[in-house]
């Protein structure tokens, strides 16, 4: 499975941004997929996770209420919908594929990462 991350950018603070996650290969968005982020100097940090079926969908106490995670099956992406953002929400966002745990070490499917900088 291969991921492409795609749609960050430069937002200032109480903004919207979407980012974008497609995935190509052999078994495609069938995995579930989570979202991370790293900001500089820190580890990996848990954004959220969407199940395969988008029937269950859960996010870190940081995000809850802000972001939302989607997957449009057809277009084998999926979606952080990030609202309310904040100077804080600034770092390198990434997703994964093949778990639905908050364990970064636990996924085998990476994308490159695209950058978010929330300005004050």
């Known amino acids: 499975v291969q991921l492409q991350a795609s749609g960050g950018g430069l937002v200032q603070t109480g903004g919207s941004l979407r980012v974008s996650c497609a995935a190509s290969?052999?078994?495609?968005?069938?995995?579930?997929t989570s979202w991370f982020r790293q900001a500089p100097g820190k580890d990996r940090e848990f954004v959220g996770a969407?199940?395969?079926?988008?029937?269950?969908?859960y996010y870190s106490d940081a995000v809850k209420g802000r972001f939302t995670i989607s997957r449009d099956a057809a277009k084998n992406t999926v979606y952080l919908q990030m609202n309310s953002l904040k100077p804080e929400d600034t770092a390198v966002y990434y997703c994964?594929?093949?778990?639905?745990?908050?364990?970064?070490?636990?996924?085998?499917?990476w994308g490159q990462g695209t950058q978010v900088t929330v300005s004050s």
């Open positions: 290969g052999r078994t495609g968005i069938t995995y579930s």
């Open positions: 969407i199940n395969w079926t988008a029937s269950k969908i």
């Open positions: 994964a594929a093949g778990s639905y745990s908050p364990i970064a070490s636990q996924y085998e499917y």
